[in-house]
């Protein structure tokens, strides 16, 4: 089954950007749906992106529509996140998943911390 690490955390000061990158091994990730999600301290986890298998379509939360851009390289097996404009908000553990149907999300990688100060 396919695993999937991500990289690219780090500490950024408010109105900075990061990279987020979703690399998968073990098998690909090219034919599925794959999202970005976050889980800040003391709340539950929320999807922040998503795209499709192609990457032809993306949907994004409404928090970080116009900051944040998912993108994907299927010939890498990897997904990317690019934020930008950052505020304290988006300071959480960052995760990839791969989608499994019937509105379902798994595979989950370890995370990535981001932490935006202001």
């Known amino acids: 089954q396919v695993q999937l690490a991500e990289s690219g955390g780090g500490l950024v000061q408010a109105g900075g950007s990061l990279r987020l990158s979703c690399a998968a091994s073990?098998?690909?990730?090219?034919?599925?749906?794959t999202g970005w999600f976050r889980q800040a301290p003391g709340k539950e986890r929320e999807l922040v992106a998503q795209?499709?298998?192609?990457?032809?379509?993306?949907d994004y939360a409404d928090s970080v529509k116009g900051r944040f851009t998912i993108s994907r390289d299927n010939a890498k097996n990897t997904v990317y996140l690019q934020m930008n404009v950052l505020t304290s908000e988006a300071t959480a553990v960052y995760y990839c998943?791969?989608?499994?149907?019937?509105?379902?999300?798994?595979?989950w990688g370890p995370g990535t911390h981001v932490t935006v100060s202001s």
């Open positions: 998943a791969r989608y499994r149907g019937g509105g379902q999300w798994g595979f």
């Open positions: 073990g098998r690909t990730l090219s034919a599925y749906n």
């Open positions: 795209i499709s298998w192609s990457g032809g379509s993306t």
